[in-house]
Each structure stands twice: as structure tokens, then as C-alpha cells.
């Protein structure tokens, strides 16, 4: 059984809150994006319809208040890598100032 490093865990973590806010901010950018094709209806003297329709009924919509609290969730989860790299560094500090 191998015992990961502190750092190898801190950057781990690093890794999974980026690919988490990458995950959160696409699902926050598909549920605030419109289908930007405006249809001119010919029977209304060249009025545009203004109906907003989703693009492919099939596809699934990501929940906006999901995605900002792990948008939120991804924050917290980098401050704390941060944190235990900060710590596994100032323990390797320790460590050479007491062999030096």
C-alpha cells in the first residue's frame, strides 16, 4: 500500500476543483444560453419572432442553482489543496532546517 505524498494529494485536489468549476461553468453557460436564431415569420409584415425554443428538446438542461453551488463547491475545494500544500510545504521547511 503506497502512502501518497502531501503534495501529490494537494495538487490531486488542485485538479479535481478545476475540473469541477470547467463541469460548472459549462452547465451555467448551457443554462443561460438562448437560441440565438431569430425565424422571420412571413405572414407578420416581417416581425421577428421572439419565442424562445429550446435547440434540441432531447438534451437535458443543467438546474442553474446546481451549478453554482458547485461552482462554489470548487472554490472551497481549491482553497483547502492550497492549504495542505502550503502546510506539506512548510513541513518539508521544518524537516531541512532541523537536518541542516
Do not use: C, H, Y
Not at 459549462?26 to 415569420?41: C, G
Not at 470548487?74 to 500544500?85: M, N, R
Amino acid at each position: 500500500m503506497e502512502i501518497p505524498s502531501a503534495f501529490n494529494s494537494g495538487l490531486q485536489g488542485l485538479q479535481n476543483a478545476r475540473a469541477t468549476a470547467d463541469q460548472a461553468a459549462a452547465d451555467i453557460v448551457a443554462t443561460t444560453t438562448f437560441s440565438t436564431e431569430q425565424q422571420m415569420n412571413p405572414a407578420a409584415n416581417g416581425e421577428v419572432n421572439t419565442e424562445v425554443t429550446k435547440p434540441n428538446s432531447n438534451l437535458e438542461i443543467p438546474d442553474l442553482n446546481r451549478a453554482i453551488v458547485n461552482l462554489k463547491v470548487a472554490e472551497f475545494q481549491a482553497k483547502a489543496s492550497i492549504e495542505v500544500i502550503k502546510s506539506a510545504d512548510d513541513a518539508l521547511g521544518t524537516l531541512l532546517d532541523v537536518t541542516a
